[in-house]
């Protein structure tokens, strides 16, 4: 389109966005040059995507000053912050890559081309910044024959580690690497293996998901067995016990997260082409159920800009909501214009049902705003109010659009084609979709979570300790009188404001976040929105790791009667040992042990030492560790990988030498244990009875056991709990170290805005 005269864009969003907002934007989102800074300022970015998005209007007659006034109205819609567009749109849109979708589901099919041709589209789809789902349900089980081979298959989890490695071997725009979804129906023959296929630290780079039937669902309330079915024929493969299965994958979602659960058969009534075929899986947050090849463009609406105030009280504005739903209905159609798919099959699907999904960010600011609990009667009912509001304002807008430019083209055989069926522009039009980096860029909660924290510390260089606070509550704390930054650190380390004097009852009420809350109302609050949702809620059930199996099973038992399509639960300290503390800092960082002065010599390498080696399972693979004394004590630490990847060998032998060398030295194995217990790398492991963070976590497991075996004779073969004192937030992001937060069914980092699924 011809270049626009900028002058007439307000330049004024560069001056109020928060400084974690800009510190996002400049590593993610903006322009760089060859030695990686940025050159576009926010103003810029915006324009960008501005300019880029509205000149699809040309395509329907649109004249180019008609071109232009669109480029500047979607401008003021974006940086008024009332909406953003998905991460990739943001990212890529008039730029040379020009891939702007998030979510991609690919089919699995029950041969070898087909597998490894969505490995390589996999590879392509995640080059480009996009995520991707499978369901793996048609791949025949392991053991079953190969007629063509007169061998064995090796089974769908077999190849789940295929499309595991090569999404390690290939970054997001050389940055980071893709997020997977993989799901298994629950009547397939080895859905065992796979509910327990994360036990042991594997699968990295996958969510899972079982696809749970309403046959299955019925066998569990009627405590009998149901049937398994070969995907290579249909045939009867067997029966289980519907209870212990269920029970199996609550308690694997208890221990490590995964698998959550989507009841798929929902999903397929509400699928509006059902000619073209079944959905299978959804994208890697569980939000987005999708045929396959088919993607789906995103966009997001922030509802704490439509907090009406007047002496009566507050109310929604309503008026202001509807006109941008309407506008960013239009923009997220315009959006499938212009963008350029990794794929040809993918582009035709996209064209031909037309799907968008407009949700919701800063619902919990909204209801804080509007002195409303979250965990109250009265939230669910107005986050019903608020969605079906939306979901009717966008199917206006998008019937408006119907009108102007057609309906989607396979909208002759979907469930609108009835004398009375609505004749919309796209097939779906709404989605809650998870909002980590877009909620931080707007300064607002995420999704449709509640706050994560209302205060909590960052540890950043030097040891330097800050509290960060959340807005609202320092606004309220100021006008209040009872603002300190005593009172703010006090709740920086205690979690919460419940409980803590001097915080009014009344904003302990209305503060409350996702710890806080009872799960029942995670999931009310889910189903709330999903009742007046096109396509899923991505959201996350964050229990505190006291919880127990059975108070995951309620949640499951919860989701299926309250009619949601899927459910992720993260228990506290599940994953991975956490990093940000919301609770009790840790009190290990205390004065180091006096070192000595002066030079000190390592005594020689004894010709003669005994000892042990332990495996020890880790994210990089068995980690062999071998750890030798002589008569003066504990001399020297050997390591050696069973396989390559992750760490480099190099590494590990530095790490084994360095060690060698303090234990040499003089210095007490206990202190040496100490430093390495709990450092983490992105690749945890679970082992028996506990997690292995890293590596260097594996060894100091390793030297524990062995100084055990030294004092007692015996020695466990349990990895201890780390007991280091934390009670944080989500685990560590692998790019700057911060916590991740678990949230509507992704996890994301408000340090550096880093997200598992963009």
Not at 468 to 487: H, I, M, T, W
């Amino acid at each position: 389109m011809p270049e626009q005269d900028t002058t007439t864009y307000s330049r004024t969003i560069d001056e109020i966005l928060s400084p974690n907002s800009l510190k996002v934007l400049q590593k993610r989102y903006l322009k760089k040059n060859d030695s990686g800074e940025a050159i576009e300022l926010p103003s810029d970015m915006f324009i960008r995507v501005a300019e880029n998005i509205a000149s699809a209007e040309a395509a329907f007659g649109a004249s180019p000053e008609q071109v232009a006034e669109t480029a500047r109205d979607f401008y003021d819609l974006m940086t008024s912050l009332e909406f953003l567009p998905n991460s990739p749109t943001l990212m890529n849109a008039g730029r040379e890559l020009q891939q702007l979708s998030a979510c991609f589901v690919l089919p699995v099919a029950d041969s070898m081309d087909s597998i490894f041709g969505a490995v390589r589209d996999t590879a392509i789809i995640h080059k480009s910044g996009g995520g991707t789902g499978f369901s793996f349900s048609r791949l025949r089980p392991a053991g079953d024959q190969v007629r063509s081979t007169q061998g064995v298959s090796s089974g769908p989890i077999s190849f789940m580690r295929v499309f595991n490695q090569a999404t390690e071997a290939v970054k997001q725009g050389g940055t980071r690497r893709g997020a997977n979804m993989g799901v298994l129906r629950v009547d397939h023959p080895d859905i065992v293996e796979f509910v327990k296929c994360k036990l042991d630290g594997d699968f990295a780079n996958f969510n899972i998901s079982v696809a749970i039937t309403e046959e299955f669902m019925d066998a569990v309330r009627s405590e009998t067995t149901y049937q398994l079915r070969n995907p290579r024929n249909g045939e009867p493969a067997g029966e289980l016990d519907a209870r212990e299965v269920y029970d199996l994958i609550v308690e694997m979602a208890w221990a490590t997260g995964d698998p959550g659960i989507i009841f798929i058969d929902r999903m397929n009534r509400d699928n509006p082409t059902p000619l073209l075929g079944e959905i299978e899986s959804t994208n890697p947050c569980g939000e987005q159920p999708l045929l396959p090849y088919e993607a789906c463009n995103l966009g997001s609406v922030n509802l704490s800009k439509f907090v009406r105030y007047a002496e009566s009280g507050t109310d929604v504005d309503w008026d202001r909501l509807a006109d941008v739903v309407h506008r960013g209905v239009r923009f997220l159609d315009d959006v499938i214009e212009v963008n350029q798919y990794p794929l040809e099959k993918i582009a035709e699907l996209v064209a031909g049902n037309r799907k968008i999904g407009l949700g919701v960010m800063g619902w919990a600011d909204m209801l804080i705003m509007m002195g409303v609990a979250y965990d109250s009667e009265e939230a669910v009912a107005l986050g019903e109010k608020v969605m079906g509001f939306i979901q009717a304002e966008a199917r206006r807008a998008s019937m408006k659009l119907a009108e102007e430019r057609g309906v989607f083209p396979n909208w002759e055989g979907s469930i609108y084609d009835t004398p009375d069926g609505m004749r919309l522009r796209n097939a779906t039009v709404t989605t809650i979709a998870p909002t980590g980096t877009l909620s931080i860029i707007a300064n607002c909660s995420s999704g449709i979570e509640p706050l994560f924290a209302v205060s909590y510390v960052r540890t950043v260089m030097d040891n330097d300790r800050l509290v960060e606070v959340n807005p609202l509550f320092e606004d309220l704390a100021v006008k209040q009188g009872f603002y300190s930054r005593e009172l703010m650190a006090l709740i920086a380390d205690h979690g919460s404001v419940q409980g803590i004097e001097g915080v009014p009852d009344s904003v302990q009420q209305v503060f409350v976040t996702a710890h806080d809350i009872a799960p029942e109302w995670h999931v009310r609050m889910q189903a709330a929105f999903q009742r007046s949702t096109d396509n899923a809620v991505s959201k996350t059930v964050n229990f505190g790791n006291e919880a127990t199996i059975e108070d995951v099973r309620h949640v499951y038992d919860l989701a299926h009667e309250l009619g949601v399509k899927g459910v992720t639960i993260y228990r506290d300290g599940s994953k991975e040992n956490q990093v940000l503390s919301t609770g009790k800092t840790s009190k290990s960082g205390e004065a180091a042990d006096a070192g000595r002065h002066g030079e000190i010599e390592p005594r020689p390498r004894p010709s003669v030492t005994m000892g042990r080696t332990e495996k020890i399972q880790t994210g990089c693979g068995n980690l062999y560790v071998t750890i030798n004394s002589d008569e003066q004590g504990l001399c020297e630490v050997f390591t050696q990988m069973g396989k390559s990847g992750g760490c480099a060998a190099s590494q590990s032998e530095a790490l084994s030498r360095m060690i060698s060398v303090s234990l040499r030295a003089g210095v007490d194995p206990h202190a040496i244990l100490k430093h390495l217990r709990g450092i983490r790398c992105p690749s945890p492991a679970w082992a028996q009875g506990g997690k292995v963070l890293s590596c260097a976590d594996a060894v100091g497991i390793a030297m524990e056991h062995y100084l055990e075996w030294m004092e007692t004779g015996q020695a466990s073969t349990l990895v201890s709990k780390n007991t280091d004192g934390l009670v944080n937030l989500s685990g560590a992001c692998p790019e700057c170290g911060g916590a991740l937060e678990h949230e509507s069914g992704c996890a994301v980092c408000r340090a550096c805005g880093y997200s598992k699924c963009a």
